[in-house]
DNA sequence: CCCAAATATTCGCTTGTCGATATATATCAA
DNA sequence: TTGATATATATCGACAAGCGAATATTTGGG
């Protein structure tokens, strides 16, 4: 990642990735369709969204199956993890995000149990 | 400020804006000529990106005379002053903001002694 | 091989952003 | 009032981002 910081906070100003990271960041791996569930939009954009964050270095995916699961990548740079726990720590309980995580909590036949950071 | 995260992400997206932002942490108070004279751009360019952080409530501005000075608001939620200060310590010395401090500590002509944070 | 499920990609379109240029406003001094 | 300086705003065209819908790809099972 030799992303520079107005790149990496011009991923982080779209509300989908940044759902999505927060979501990664609470959870630590999840598939497509928890996201999208967890989300409650399209398939299709959720999975835009998630490829330009793997494209900038953010999340690293793993194929099981019919899954792809994404995490955070672990080795990011000391000033990014920051940032996302930053992040995470003054709005994981707030609006839209706690949402997110409930909905990912109601959600039926997930594919695997929840794994946590 | 009850910008949304990724509200303030977006802002940050821009390296015009986080160059002022990042030279405004670490100086203080500047107007717009020593922005601009640092940053190495047009006067409008830089005008308009401050007027945009003006109105997501980031920094405020004061006029001295012809000179419109801007600084950070020092009131900001808590999480944003962690991520500037994040990004700067991670960044102060990197290109392109070690840079734009060089070259504002050189400027002539500063209608006002720097006054640091 | 064929189908179904999960995910990825492409297309067309709309919208917004950015930068450059030109112009307007504000302040001060003469 | 005129002029000079500093800053702000308006406008324009180019370009990128974003979205919905349709389609393609991958995998596993029968």
Known sequence: ????????????????RLRCL????????LCVCELTHAIG??????????????ELGLVLDRREGLWIYYRIRPDLPSWVSSILRETQNGFGEAHPFAEDAHRLAMMPNRPSAPRCA
């Open 1 to 16: 990642m030799d992303t520079k910081p107005h790149q990496l906070f011009a991923a982080l100003g779209n509300e989908t």
């Open 41 to 54: 939009t399209a398939q299709p954009h959720i999975s835009r969204h998630l490829a330009q964050l793997r």
């Open 22 to 29: 927060m979501l990664l960041a609470a959870q630590g791996e």
